[in-house]
Structure formats: structure tokens, C-alpha cells
């Protein structure tokens, strides 16, 4: 019976860690939409940067067109414009990371027609946002901000290592990310914490 309990513990203080980073994660850095000017050294880590995210399945794969008709079939139960702009984010998210696999694999007119789906989905993020703020009903909290600041953290990473070929489509979907964070995100209301004082 202990063993349990304590493995009841240990599972329930890792749940809580993961929950509280995250909830921090995306309080961080709530005014400023551009990324430090000194980047970290996870900056060029895909895994560490997007976590639990990864590639996948590229258009190299054979099922590519089953995972985006699933993702299109997922999209159609969300509810809310603010929640479809988050899952807009998240996709557009996704196909940054597959075009990093498709450059690092050498398949640069698959990694272009990747971004350019990615440039899609940040502008299908944007329009939902704008649809939602047009009726008041923007839930800024529901979008995903850390996601698109690490977008642009990561894409000029990209430009250091992927051929120039790939650096207008890259660009390109940078500003998408950055006009959804100028325009509307940079309004997050946000309390900062009170410091405690010791006496």
C-alpha cells in the first residue's frame, strides 16, 4: 500500500511541475513581441523550443495527406474563434518544424511548399482572431503566444542554417506570426507577480 501511495505522489508532483511551467510559460514576456536579442542555446533545438511538438509525418511520407485530413477533421469540432486561432497555431507550428526536417533532409522545394502552408495557418490564426475581436470576443488567453514567439525565435535560427533559396518563404511566415502578436496579443492583460519582501 505505500508503494502506491508513493507513486501516486511522485505521478501527481510531476503532473503539477508540468502544469505550473507551462501555465508560467505562457505568461512570460507578455508585452514585448520580439524575441531577446541574445537568444538561448535551445534556441536551434526544435525539442527543447516547441516541447511536446515534433515533425512527424513530412510530405516525403506517404500518409502526409491522411494527418492533414485528420488535423482538418480535428479543426471542425473546436468551438470559438479564439480556440480555432490557437489550433490555426499550433498547425502553422507544426509545419515550421516539418519544413526544419525537410531542410535538414535536403528537400528544399518540399520544405518551401511546407511553409507555405505554415504561412497559411498563421493567416488563418489571424483572421480568426480578427473575426473574434469584431465581436468582442476575442479570449486572448486561449492563443498560444509563447508558440509564436518561439516561431520567430526559430526562424531566424533557420536562416543561419538553411540554404537562402528558403529565406523570403521563411520571412514570409515570421511576419505572419508577428502581425497576429503586434496586432492583437500584445494586449494580454497581465499581472506581474508581487515580489515577496522579507521583514
Not at 511551467?21 to 512570460?28: E, F, K, M, P
Not at 538561448?40 to 516525403?60: D, I
Request: proline share 4%; aromatic share 10%; hydrophobic share 40%.
Amino acid at each position: 500500500m505505500g508503494m502506491f501511495l508513493t507513486t501516486i505522489a511522485i505521478i501527481l508532483s510531476l503532473f503539477s511541475a508540468f502544469f505550473v511551467n507551462s501555465a508560467h510559460a505562457q505568461d512570460v514576456d507578455v508585452l514585448s513581441t520580439e524575441p531577446s536579442s541574445t537568444p538561448s542555446a535551445s534556441v536551434g533545438n526544435s525539442f527543447e523550443l516547441f516541447w511536446p511538438l515534433t515533425a512527424g509525418k513530412t510530405e516525403t511520407d506517404s500518409f502526409y495527406s491522411l494527418k492533414l485530413i485528420k488535423e482538418q477533421v480535428g479543426g471542425w469540432f473546436i468551438n470559438g474563434d479564439s480556440k480555432k486561432a490557437d489550433y490555426a497555431v499550433l498547425l502553422g507550428t507544426k509545419r515550421v518544424l516539418e519544413a526544419e526536417k525537410l531542410i535538414k533532409d535536403g528537400k528544399i522545394d518540399l520544405a518551401l511548399e511546407t511553409l507555405k502552408r505554415a504561412e497559411a495557418q498563421f493567416s488563418s490564426a489571424y483572421n480568426y482572431i480578427k473575426h473574434a475581436d469584431s465581436k468582442g470576443k476575442l479570449a486572448t488567453r486561449e492563443i498560444r503566444r509563447d508558440r509564436l514567439i518561439n516561431v520567430k525565435l526559430f526562424i531566424d535560427y533557420l536562416k543561419t542554417v538553411a540554404p537562402e533559396k528558403t529565406h523570403p518563404a521563411l520571412d514570409t511566415v515570421k511576419e505572419k506570426a508577428d502581425v497576429i502578436l503586434k496586432d492583437y496579443l500584445v494586449r494580454v492583460n497581465y499581472s506581474p507577480p508581487t515580489a515577496i519582501v522579507e521583514k
